[in-house]
């Protein structure tokens, strides 16, 4: 399957926009991961420590190689040992430390539950397709995604450029994400587990949606970044806005609390996808093109109009099967 265009390939400044992927897996390790990207693309290792690395210099950009935690990437487990005034770098045992040995079994008791990440540097969006050598090389060295396990709650994370940075351009790709919400769990087959079993792609409020699809709803800047918070205080949100609300305003972003680091960037985070990495018929251009849906339709202001009022209309009109009635009416748009 090809990568679909976007409707808008050019950024304000003329610039063709950029994307980024973030793919989950287990099974492949850090190490091994290294140097599948430098037999695809070249480049040279940075190596902060063994759970944090990166690709630099290769034909397509910077890569980053992780494990998706916080304890082993910012080796947080040490402020145990050090409280305990251990050193764990200056024990030796045997030939390795005794660092090198709690880091083992601390990988080892994780890695079945816990993804390793390969984040892709900012590729243009017209030429995306080297990223399928690097989940096809994934998929033959045996990496497992969201559907081997009912515990592999994985995704891959889609980090498109914004056109521009206009609120009325957020807001209208927010509504056309809203409206096709829906739809895209059913198209994009959403694991169930990252669906219901934990917190990572929690859908937005139904308070939410009404108020962002309500006809009158124009905010400015500040009232948006205001009420997106008041009803999503953390970023376990399918689509979240974060990132590029920092990027817009970091003092008051970072001013809450509750969401820790941010990392401002001129980028959606599509956190919605699957990473199906261990089936054989997938690929990374579905989850794209369902992306590019969610833009053919933010850039349809009279078609998001029609479809606010008729989500709206029928969700007041039905006690049961929405969803269901609702994907219907996307299918016949999309048609």
């Not at 829906?182 to 108020?211: C, H, Q």
């Not at 990495?277 to 998001?304: F, G, T, Y």
């Amino acid at each position: 399957m090809q990568f679909k265009q976007l409707p808008i390939t050019h950024n304000a400044q003329g610039e063709i926009r950029k994307v980024g992927f973030e793919l989950e897996f287990s099974q492949v390790g850090i190490e091994e991961c290294v140097q599948i990207v430098q037999e695809l693309y070249g480049g040279t290792v940075q190596r902060e420590h063994r759970f944090s690395q990166k690709v630099v210099n290769t034909r397509l950009g910077d890569f980053s190689i992780e494990i998706d935690l916080k304890l082993l990437t910012e080796k947080k487990y040490k402020y145990i040992f050090d409280r305990l005034n251990i050193d764990l770098e200056s024990i030796k045992v045997g030939q390795t430390t005794l660092e090198e040995k709690v880091e083992n079994a601390l990988e080892a008791m994780i890695r079945q539950v816990i993804p390793y990440e390969i984040g892709t540097p900012p590729l243009p969006c017209t030429h995306l397709e080297p990223l399928e050598d690097l989940r096809q090389a994934l998929y033959e060295h045996h990496a497992q995604g969201t559907e081997a396990s009912m515990t592999n709650a994985f995704g891959t994370h889609i980090n498109p450029e914004l056109p521009d940075t206009h609120c009325s351009t957020i807001l209208r790709y927010l509504r056309a994400f809203l409206l096709l919400y829906p739809w895209l769990l059913k198209v994009g087959k959403t694991d169930f587990a990252r669906l219901r079993m934990t917190s990572f792609i929690n859908p937005y409020p139904a308070e939410y949606t009404a108020l962002v699809l309500a006809p009158a709803y124009a905010p400015d800047l500040d009232t948006f970044i205001d009420d997106y918070h008041r009803y999503n205080p953390d970023r376990n949100r399918p689509l979240d806005l974060y990132p590029v609300l920092a990027f817009l305003n970091a003092e008051k972003v970072n001013g809450y609390t509750n969401l820790g680091s941010v990392k401002a960037r001129n980028t959606f985070h599509y956190r919605l996808p699957n990473s199906r990495i261990s089936d054989p018929d997938w690929r990374l251009s579905h989850e794209w093109n369902n992306w590019v849906s969610i833009e053919e339709l933010a850039n349809a202001p009279d078609q998001i109009n029609l479809l606010s009022q008729a989500h709206l209309t029928l969700k007041k009109e039905t006690l049961l099967g929405f969803d269901e009635k609702w994907i219907q009416q996307i299918e016949q748009w999309h048609s």
